[in-house]
Nanobody, 120 residues
């Protein structure tokens, strides 16, 4: 059984910072890419940032220069540092991971989501 457990969401004022964490646990052979997506009310889920096993990162244009994604392979954990937050960053943030669960099996997993609210 594989789980992605997210933490770190909450309420923050515009210009503030938050750090999200996502830890993968369970029967994991290896972890390929991990990342974060978000879904604002009334909008479709969109990519925020991803990171490969080799630590290559990809960011949405809307967060470049403000968000930083990193991973700790030893802990199967990724961290999303969010700075200079804007009201338009308000959304439910979902962790995503492409995991290898056996020598021949790769599966896509999602966390349950954590709410980030940017408001004064």
């Amino acid at each position: 059984q594989v789980q992605l457990v997210e933490s770190g969401g909450g309420l923050v004022q515009p210009g503030g910072s938050l750090r999200l964490s996502c830890a993968a646990s369970g029967s994991i052979f290896s972890i390929n890419a991990m990342g974060w997506y978000r879904q604002a009310p009334g909008k479709e889920r969109e990519l925020v940032a991803t990171i490969t096993s080799g630590h290559s990162t990809n960011y949405a244009d809307s967060v470049k220069g403000r968000f930083a994604l990193s991973r700790d392979n030893a802990k199967n954990t990724v961290y999303l540092q969010m700075n200079s937050l804007k009201p338009e960053d308000t959304a439910v943030y979902y962790c995503n991971a492409l995991l290898q669960t056996s020598a021949t099996t790769f599966m896509d997993y999602w966390g349950k989501g954590t709410l980030v609210t940017v408001s004064s």
